[in-house]
């Protein structure tokens, strides 16, 4: 059984930051492709930073304040969110791909206030 624990989320003010961190465990190997996403109330979830093999890309919104890093051997995945904003308030969700499959975690709640 794959299991993907997320840690980090909070309250937070504008212009602060926040860093989240994703581990998995159980039987999962060969883990390609690592990233975030985010669904605020009322919307769809969004990709936020994807990671493969040090290579990563960005959602136009978060470009220049959020980092996303990567362990594909220790299977973790990090987002350091800095310049925090009220539109940045989701439930942020962790992926991890291997082998064609996508691998959730429970999500972690994000709040920024104004």
């Known amino acids: 059984q794959v299991q993907l624990v997320e840690s980090g989320g909070g309250l937070a003010q504008a212009g602060e930051s926040l860093k989240l961190s994703c581990k998995a465990s159980g039987s999962i190997r060969g883990v390609n492709m690592m990233a975030w996403y985010r669904q605020a109330p009322g919307k769809q979830r969004e990709l936020v930073a994807r990671f493969s093999y040090g290579d990563s890309n960005y959602a136009d919104s978060v470009k220049g304040r959020f980092t996303i890093s990567g362990d594909h051997a220790k299977r973790t995945v990090d987002l350091q969110m800095n310049s925090l904003k009220p539109e940045d308030t989701a439930v942020y969700y962790c992926?991890?791909?291997?082998?064609?499959?996508?691998?959730w975690g429970q999500g972690t709640q994000v709040t920024v206030s104004s």
């Open positions: 992926l991890q791909r291997s082998s064609g499959i996508d691998y």
